[in-house]
Each structure stands twice: as C-alpha cells, then as structure tokens.
C-alpha cells in the first residue's frame, strides 16, 4: 500500500473557508476519482495545541508535533 501525505500552509490572504470548502467537495472527488486511490483523508492541523506541546518540551531537542483534526475521510 501507497499512502501520500501532503503537509503545506496557505497564503495568508487565502480564504480559509473558500480553501476548505474546495478541498473537501471538488478536489476530493478528484483524488477519490485516481486509479488504485482506496482512501482520501483529509486534516486541519490546530496550531494552538501545537504551540502549547511546544513550550513545555523545552528539555527536548527540535520537538516536532502536529496536532489534527478530522474533516474528512472517504473510502470506496
């Protein structure tokens, strides 16, 4: 099994809403539409969480965590 993990930060004058709105209607229909594609997930990653992880691993050296939130998963 192939799994992709896309990891990227929208512009700041992005739409967040328009983005998110995009990728969870049109572009999913897209990936789910790709030859051997079984799954599509996708995840909003929540920075405050991250932050707060981060400020008390200080004792750590380059601690990194991304802390999700499910929008979307779709199997065939």
């Known amino acids: 099994m192939v799994k992709l993990t896309v990891m990227y930060t929208l512009p700041q004058e992005a739409d967040h809403e328009a983005f998110l709105k995009w990728r969870t209607t049109e572009h999913q229909k897209e990936n789910m539409r790709i030859p ?41």
């Open 36 to 76: 051997g594609v079984i799954k599509s997930d996708f995840y909003a990653v929540r920075e405050i969480y991250t932050k707060r992880l981060m400020d008390s691993l200080q004792k750590i050296a380059n601690p990194l965590f991304l802390v999700s939130e499910e929008v979307l998963s779709e199997g065939k």
